[in-house]
């Protein structure tokens, strides 16, 4: 059975605190995704990876970093929380990219992040 | 640009069928995913269409028209376990990225 598992369900940070998001899969697959969802939005994409110690920026990377030195384990960093980052964050993982397949994306439970 | 629209709240009844639609402007088109989400859970996959046509499993059913930047999902024989919401994502030719619809919350009535 496939697994994406977050490292938290809940957290409660301040302003200005550095804020740490794990995610780990435990299915080999190359490809992992941080998003943010907010209602009445889609998902947004924060960062994604498609190997290890590589990263790419998705249409919202502003105050947010990543890092990926395991194959397995993709972190979302918040340098310094915002308020305004107040939101559900999601980490999904996938097969390789280029190709014609579905090779869906699997998600984790998601981590209810507020910032006071 | 780029564009994905649902409608954000549709009502049923247990045992009927509902379609849920959902139109796409993208600059490039390489397969259309519908995921379902239970409130505070995670999206989980439920079809995947990348040629014309209807793909069938079990009670949902979706479709697919690329010429006219549609699909829809259709859920047959509603129990109340589908009250959830619906997301449509559009994958992008160009980098393979997910285009994500703001999703259409169902909700089912006895």
């Known amino acids: 059975d496939v697994k994406v598992t977050q490292s938290s369900r809940y957290l409660v940070k301040r302003t200005g605190e550095k804020v740490f998001l794990e995610c780990v899969q435990d299915?080999?697959?190359?490809?992992m995704f941080w998003y943010r969802q907010d209602p009445g939005l889609g998902l947004r994409l924060i960062y994604f990876?498609?190997?290890?110690?590589?990263?790419e920026k998705g249409d919202i990377p502003e105050g947010y970093s990543v890092s990926r030195e395991k194959k397995e384990r993709f972190s979302l960093i918040l340098e310094s929380a915002s308020t305004n980052q107040t939101s559900m964050y999601l980490c999904?993982?996938?097969?390789?990219?280029?190709?014609?397949?579905?090779?869906?994306?699997?998600f984790g439970p998601g981590t209810r992040l507020t910032v006071t | 640009g780029q564009n994905i629209d649902q409608p954000t709240e549709m009502t049923a009844t247990e045992g009927a069928i509902v379609q849920i639609n959902c139109t796409y402007q993208t600059s490039g088109f390489n397969g259309l995913f519908w995921y379902q989400q239970h409130a505070g859970e995670a999206p989980t996959f439920l079809s995947y269409?990348?040629l014309d046509g209807l793909e069938e499993k079990g009670r949902f059913s979706s479709f697919l028209s690329r010429s006219k930047g549609y699909s829809y999902l259709l859920l047959k024989e509603l129990q109340m376990k589908d009250s959830a919401s619906y997301l449509c994502?559009?994958?992008?030719?160009?980098?393979?990225?997910?285009?994500w619809g703001a999703g259409t919350k169902l909700i089912i009535k006895p």
């Open positions: 999904a993982s996938s097969r390789d990219r280029g190709h014609s397949a579905s090779y869906e994306q699997y």
């Open positions: 299915m080999d697959h190359e490809n």
């Open positions: 994502a559009v994958r992008d030719r160009s980098n393979y990225q997910l285009i």
């Open positions: 990876s498609y190997d290890v110690k590589m990263k």
């Open positions: 269409n990348v």
